[in-house]
């Protein structure tokens, strides 16, 4: 199982941004998968998921975020997206893609309830 985080990059507050997360090495669609930030001196927290096909189809956000990110699939591409738009500075951190490799569940919050993880993608806001 391997996860391609990317799309991070400098950008100035109110700004957007569309991260990309390239799977391969599993069934793709089945899987709930999930991303997360980490600020430096911060502890890992989810930002938002996307349920697989065997779950309900939803989607999980963060409060601080909700309104101003999208998380969407491809499955034939094997690819989640997370459209960041409205840009805080307070969205600067690392920003981590991740598989729930439980089938059939909802979306979960928790960096712990997640099994794979990408090498994460620096995503910085700032004027």
């Known amino acids: 199982v391997q996860l391609q985080a990317s799309g991070g990059g400098l950008v100035q507050p109110g700004g957007s941004l569309r991260l990309s997360c390239v799977t391969s090495?599993?069934?793709?669609?089945?899987?709930?998968i999930g991303w997360f930030r980490q600020a430096p001196g911060k502890e890992r927290e989810g930002v938002s998921c996307?349920?697989?096909?065997?779950?309900?189809?939803?989607?999980w956000y963060a409060d601080s975020v909700k309104g101003r990110f999208t998380i969407s699939r491809d499955n034939p591409k094997n690819t989640v997206y997370l459209q960041m738009n409205s840009l805080k500075p307070e969205d600067t951190a690392v920003y981590y893609c991740?598989?729930?490799?439980?089938?059939?569940?909802?979306?979960?919050?928790?960096?712990?309830?997640?099994?794979?993880w990408g090498q994460g993608t620096q995503v910085t806001v700032s004027s």
């Open positions: 991740a598989i729930d490799n439980l089938v059939g569940v909802h979306c979960a919050s928790k960096a712990y309830e997640y099994d794979y």
């Open positions: 090495g599993f069934s793709f669609d089945y899987y709930n």
């Open positions: 996307i349920s697989g096909s065997k779950s309900d189809g939803s989607t």
